[in-house]
T-cell receptor
Framework: NAGVTQTPKFQVLKTGQSMTLQCAQD?????MSWYRQDPGMGLRLIHY???????DQGEVPNGYNVSRSTTEDFPLRLLSAAPSQTSVYFC????????????FGPGTRLTVL | AQKVTQAQTEISVVEKEDVTLDCVYE???????LFWYKQPPSGELVFLIR??????QNEISGRYSWNFQKSTSSFNFTITASQVVDSAVYFC??????????????FGTGTRLTIIP
């Protein structure tokens, strides 16, 4: 049981490049979410999904896309990277909603030059 | 709007001392949920506790205890006899029920706790 896995762990991009952060969970959780963590700002919700085929925006969705084609996977796409997207990104999952215990991945540290 | 305030940015205490981390929340909802998560140096956040607004009983789990007071909108976290392994960033969070069925959490900015051996 791997829990929540994220790849890559570190990434450096140039402004304007695109990339996808991968997130997978093997706990058959319905709820998955992406957060970004910035100094002094805590965790902010980017996008979330309450089940396969269903996604919605969080607090800071601009510049990011998500899809949920399977229960297990919830990739986060940066369309055109900007320095303001330099951050640590966490994926999390929980059984049905964030009212349940959320399990977090190890994070992806992204730097945009 | 929902808001969670953790006014203590950083706290340092000597091992074996007790320490309390403050969390103050704002909500207009009568039903709400509060959480604490721990982020150790490894980075992955770990769930500690969930408390709903109807249950004001204090919770104790080993050296950890939580004091929920609706009158002051606070949900404080106390570590008794602190240990070096308690060093981490601690986040308080509030369920944001803006859209029923679309549950979201609002996190505070976190308190970095350092236990000095």
């Amino acid at each position: 049981n791997a829990g929540v896995t994220q790849t890559p762990k570190f990434q450096v991009l140039k402004t304007g490049q695109s990339m996808t952060l991968q997130c997978a969970q093997d706990m058959n959780h319905e709820y998955m979410s992406w957060y970004r963590q910035d100094p002094g700002m805590g965790l902010r919700l980017i996008h979330y999904s309450v089940g396969a085929g269903i996604t919605d925006q969080g607090e800071v969705p601009n510049g990011y896309n998500v899809s949920r084609s399977t229960t297990e996977d919830f990739p986060l796409r940066l369309l055109s990277a900007a320095p303001s997207q330099t951050s640590v990104y966490f994926c999390a999952s929980s059984y049905l909603s964030p009212l349940d215990e959320q399990f977090f991945g190890p994070g992806t540290r992204l730097t945009v030059l | 709007a929902q808001k969670v305030t953790q006014a203590q940015t950083e706290i340092s205490v000597v091992e074996k001392e007790d320490v309390t981390l403050d969390c103050v929340y704002e909500t207009r909802d009568t039903t709400y949920y509060l959480f604490w998560y721990k982020q150790p140096p490894s980075g992955e956040l770990v769930f500690l506790i969930r408390r709903n607004s109807f249950d004001e009983q204090n919770e104790i789990s080993g050296r950890y205890s939580w004091n929920f007071q609706k009158s002051t909108s606070s949900f404080n976290f106390t570590i008794t006899a602190s240990q070096v392994v308690d060093s981490a960033v601690y986040f308080c969070a509030l369920r944001d029920p803006t859209n029923f069925g679309n549950e979201k959490l609002t996190f505070g900015t976190g308190t970095r706790l350092t236990i000095i051996p």
